[in-house]
């Protein structure tokens, strides 16, 4: 007994060093890589084995900003080393010959890839996860139904009911809203499985495919939140295909006067335009659309509150265009701005394309080269090399948009003769560029500036002070805390 009660105190001592050791070697670690990752020029050095992913870890969480100042020392193009063997070496560029060369001089050499599909796999084989001729019919259709008069008529009655943007975005493509909106503020599964899947996709990103299609395979960690979340998903949407046929076959239709939603139309058209009729397209189209305007729009509004807040001046400007298109009667009391009204204010649309220049909602996006090639910047690109753009970055070049190109000014988007002045796609990248430059462009617009116009010229929003401002880690550029205001009515009555 004396013996074994002897070595508690050497066995105790021994596991102490084992936790020191623990505590410390990470300590040393990063030691190590913060001050032995950098090269004389400030760019992250290329270790062995490893290749830049030490300085990515060390940067993740301020990946945003991080990713700007080495695009800015590289001159505007990048090229990420990943681990060997793991197939995670990534040119990226801001260059915008680079972006115009892949995005539309040799657009059929530059497709979204295998990988691509792999990493959404969720978005199943809607629009925005296809190539080649699949994408091009659906191009085409998409196209033709959101340029009509019934959905644009719907679309306008939508924005004026001001509701959350997901409850606006749902209501839009399939004609139902998902309830966020209310009293209560209740949690809606929907919603929250369609947050889980933009963690689960950025994270896709960031780590080997390796890593995750193993997560994947044994059903746990992130890998298990992404599975949950589309049966969450795919539930709902399943759901809303099965109420808008029953509604059919009761013959209930929507009054001409209120316009049509897309799931209404994409289900009237599949006869006619080459559609497929089954449900798991109508799925994947329903995701694709919700997708790319549920965070965006929002996303895009929460930081253009937040520059007004900081640039009163501007604030001021847009008040004064819009008391100039506002019959003299009215100036001082409630009014809504129609859809006639909006299309004539330039300053405000100049402000908007500024906030989205400053924090594009979708801050990145890539593409995946065909075959070898050589793009502007001199950089070569072999079959299957993932290409990066970064458009956090991009809109603080100082190379693109001048010493400027931090401040906020609506001015930079007006000509001298006071219109709209034009700038480049492969330069203002928020709506992409070329062949597949956003469906969704003029639409954003539209709620946008029906937003904006009707809470500037009604309300006085203040923000709340005492917030930090930084933007979350997603797919989606939100603000990682969102914005607290205070909201109070200009006018009496």
Not at 149 to 163: H, I, N
Request: glycine letters at 6%; charged letters at 25%.
């Amino acid at each position: 007994m004396r013996i074994v009660l002897g070595l508690v105190p050497q066995a105790l001592m021994a596991l102490i060093g084992f936790f020191e050791i623990l505590i410390i070697f990470p300590i040393v670690c990063f030691i190590f890589l913060f001050f032995f990752t950098r090269n004389n020029n400030g760019l992250p050095k290329n270790f062995p084995i490893l290749g830049t992913l030490p300085e990515i870890l060390l940067n993740t969480h301020r990946i945003y900003e991080w990713s700007t100042e080495m695009l800015e020392k590289s001159h505007c193009t990048f090229l990420l080393k990943g681990p060997w063997f793991s197939s995670m070496d990534i040119l990226a560029t801001v260059d915008p010959d680079n972006v115009h060369y892949i995005m539309n001089k040799n657009f059929s050499n530059f497709h979204k890839g295998p990988e691509f599909k792999q990493i959404f796999d969720v978005a199943g084989d809607g629009m925005f996860n296809v190539d080649s001729d699949s994408w091009k019919m659906q191009r085409k259709v998409a196209v033709a139904l959101i340029n009509h008069q019934s959905f644009r008529k719907f679309l306008v009655k939508t924005s004026y009911d001001m509701r959350f943007t997901f409850d606006s975005t749902c209501k839009t493509v399939t004609g139902f809203y998902p309830g966020c909106l209310s009293i209560e503020f209740p949690e809606v599964p929907f919603f929250k499985a369609m947050e889980d899947i933009e963690e689960v996709l950025l994270y896709r990103h960031l780590v080997p495919q390796s890593v995750w299609k193993l997560q994947r395979w044994l059903g746990f960690g992130l890998e298990l939140k992404m599975k949950k979340a589309q049966i969450t998903v795919d539930n709902e949407l399943f759901e809303y295909i099965r109420r808008k046929k029953e509604e059919s076959r009761e013959g209930i239709m929507m009054k001409e006067s209120e316009g049509v939603d897309l799931l209404t139309s994409y289900m009237n058209e599949n006869n006619t335009m080459g559609l497929k009729s089954d449900d798991k397209f109508l799925r994947d189209t329903l995701f694709t659309f919700i997708s790319a305007g549920r965070d965006t729009i929002s996303s895009a509004l929460t930081w253009f509150f937040l520059l007004l807040s900081r640039n009163p001046q501007v604030e001021s400007k847009i008040r004064e265009e819009l008391e100039s298109i506002t019959p003299a009667e009215n100036i001082r009391k409630r009014w809504l701005f129609d859809l006639h009204d909006l299309n004539n204010l330039v300053y405000l649309h100049g402000a908007l394309c500024e906030a989205l220049r400053l924090y594009p909602p979708v801050a990145f996006q890539h593409k995946s080269a065909v075959a070898a090639d050589v793009l502007p910047s001199g950089h070569r690109v072999a079959p299957k090399t993932k290409i990066l753009f970064l458009l956090y970055a991009m809109g603080r070049m100082k190379s693109i948009w001048g010493e400027d190109c931090l401040e906020f000014k609506p001015e930079r988007w007006i000509s001298e003769n006071g219109r709209m002045k034009h700038e480049p796609s492969y330069k203002f990248l928020a709506f992409n560029a070329g062949p597949r430059t956003c469906l969704g462009k003029e639409v954003s617009f539209i709620q946008m500036k029906a937003v904006a116009a009707n809470i500037i010229h009604n309300y006085e929003v203040q923000v709340v002070e005492g917030q930090s401002f930084s933007p979350n880690i997603s797919i989606i550029l939100h603000l990682k805390h969102g914005l607290m205001v205070r909201v109070r009515h200009r006018w009496v009555g």
